[in-house]
């Protein structure tokens, strides 16, 4: 019986979309496909990427659309010290849910669900708009209750909604509507929700924002919880970080973000070989 792979991909903006798929096409150029793990699990921009690669499109056609002008992106404002702004919810005392529940009410007052056409931003990043064949976990967090919700294809949620829910950074995006209740970015809960891939063997984390806003949400304790025979995390080096710049929703540093991904992937691949083959 072959062994179980895990691929996760964290959040990180538009920047970590490309740099994701920049390390995945670098990998995969030198024989080493990540994307073809039996589980992929998207966090927020990661939630972008596992879409991308489970739609049946090559990997060389995904990386080229990253080069290409960011025409139909919307640009914000996030930086990781604009992260900031959301710690506060999480150091008053309370239980997870509760600090979840609290980023959502930050959410909800900053801005009306759906005041931005969020879900036709996602629906062009999108080759495909209908779930994969596949075992692919959407991560979101209900708004209103601070519930950490996993969508996938039996959630009977379409995959357009469930990606733009995972996206809905606080404070940057509106809410996204699904049914009767609101949902926000699956990152404010873990920025990769690793622990999500219990019972696998084999575990990548591409991670894009490596730090957590606690110790037990952490990749490190996540990927404790899970026990993986072999596993890997990857975050950008000094010169991907140099490329994202400070804004990680700069459509304008997408193409320099997806080559970073690239040149960091070549310096990746005997480690990367080993985790996922052995």
Request: net charge negative; with cysteine.
């Amino acid at each position: 019986m072959s062994d179980r792979t895990a691929l996760v991909l964290g959040g990180g903006g538009i920047t970590g979309i490309a740099w994701e798929i920049g390390i995945l096409h670098g990998l995969a150029e030198h024989g080493v496909d990540l994307t073809d793990a039996d589980v992929v699990v998207g966090t927020s921009a990661g939630s972008v990427v596992g879409s991308q690669i489970t739609s049946g499109l090559p990997l060389e056609e995904l990386y080229a659309e990253q080069l290409a002008p960011a025409d139909s992106e919307i640009g914000g404002a996030f930086s990781r010290s604009g992260a900031l702004r959301l710690v506060i919810p999480y150091v008053l005392p309370g239980s997870g849910r509760d600090k979840l529940r609290r980023v959502g009410s930050l959410a909800m007052k900053s801005h009306a669900p759906g005041s931005a056409d969020r879900e036709g931003v996602i629906r062009s990043r999108l080759p495909v708009h209908a779930w994969p064949d596949r075992d692919l976990r959407v991560t979101a967090v209900e708004a209103e209750t601070g519930r950490f919700t996993v969508f996938d294809r039996d959630s009977d949620v379409d995959l357009v909604s469930a990606v733009a829910a995972s996206c809905a950074v606080p404070t940057v995006w509106p809410p996204v509507s699904v049914g009767e209740r609101h949902y926000v970015d699956g990152g404010m809960r873990s920025t990769a929700n690793v622990d999500l891939v219990a019972g696998a063997d084999r575990v990548v984390v591409l991670a894009p924002l490596p730090r957590s806003f606690s110790r037990k949400s952490s990749i490190r304790a996540q990927l404790e919880k899970v026990a993986p025979r072999e596993w890997s995390v990857v975050a950008p080096d000094a010169e991907a970080l140099a490329a994202f710049g400070k804004n990680l929703l700069d459509p304008a540093r997408r193409a320099d973000a997806a080559r970073a991904g690239v040149r960091q992937a070549q310096g990746l691949v005997a480690e990367m070989r080993h985790v996922w083959a052995g």
